[in-house]
T-cell receptor, first 115, second 111 residues
Framework: KAGVTQTPRYLIKTRGQQVTLSCSPI?????VSWYQQTPGQGLQFLFE???????NKGNFPGRFSGRQFSNSRSEMNVSTLELGDSALYLC??????????????FGSGTQLSVL | GQNIDQPTEMTATEGAIVQINCTYQ??????LFWYQQHAGEAPTFLSY????GLEEKGRFSSFLSRSKGYSYLLLKELQMKDSASYLC????????????FGRGTQLTVWP
């Protein structure tokens, strides 16, 4: 079984631009969540989707948005990029209902650099 | 909010035993996860504790005390490949699909 796939692996953008990151979960997994990882803050939760519905959202500004498609693939979009958005963006999937005892399977992330 | 604390860095030598502590303060606590993350790679699942006590899995063990808001990850017979960041994460009953992570403990194993 293929793991969680995130594309692209690296991305360089300039301030004010927008970016779309893609995540393909493990086949059969229906819950997909996104995290931002920075050296100072660790992993910060962005949002989680299950069956195309956003169930949870973290404390990020509205510039951060996401969606999930019927095949469980997910995208996240960041508009009007700021220097502080430079981070590793991790996607994770889980096999069932996304319940509290399910372990997450992470992708290798997209390293975003904003210049 | 959730407070999850773990040491920033630890060092140890090959063959030794190291204990990485994690303390948490959160409402609606459900369970505690440990993940390992090598530099430039995806975090990978190590253990999950929901009941008090010790869970042993090979060289790695994890302990939980719900009443004290405390967990530790014990790594025995350390190897160089164990050099990585170890992430403590809490799940809450009220928030499906979301984990609350500590900032991670960077473990360096010296020969």
């Amino acid at each position: 079984k293929a793991g969680v796939t995130q594309t692209p692996r690296y991305l360089i953008k300039t301030r004010g631009q927008q970016v779309t990151l893609s995540c393909s979960p493990i086949s059969g997994h229906r819950s997909v969540s996104w995290y931002q990882q920075t050296p100072g803050q660790g992993l910060q939760f962005l949002f989680e989707y299950f069956s195309e519905t956003q169930r949870n959202k973290g404390n990020f500004p509205g510039r951060f948005s996401g969606r999930q498609f019927s095949n469980s693939r997910s995208e996240m979009n960041v508009s009007t990029l700021e220097l502080g958005d430079s981070a590793l963006y991790l996607c994770a999937s889980s096999p069932g209902q996304g319940t509290t005892n399910e372990k997450l399977f992470f992708g290798s992330g997209t390293q975003l650099s904003v210049l | 909010g959730q407070n999850i604390d773990q040491p920033t860095e630890m060092t140890a030598t090959e063959g030794a035993i190291v204990q990485i502590n994690c303390t948490y303060q959160t409402s609606g606590f459900n369970g505690l996860f440990w993940y390992q993350q090598h530099a430039g790679e995806a975090p990978t699942f190590l253990s999950y504790n929901v009941l008090d006590g010790l869970e042993e899995k090979g060289r790695f063990s994890s302990f939980l005390s719900r009443s004290k808001g405390y967990s530790y990850l014990l790594l025995k017979e350390l190897q160089m490949k164990d050099s990585a960041s170890y992430l403590c994460a809490v799940s809450r009953g009220s928030t499906l699909g979301r984990l609350y992570f500590g900032r991670g403990t960077q473990l360096t194993v010296w020969p």
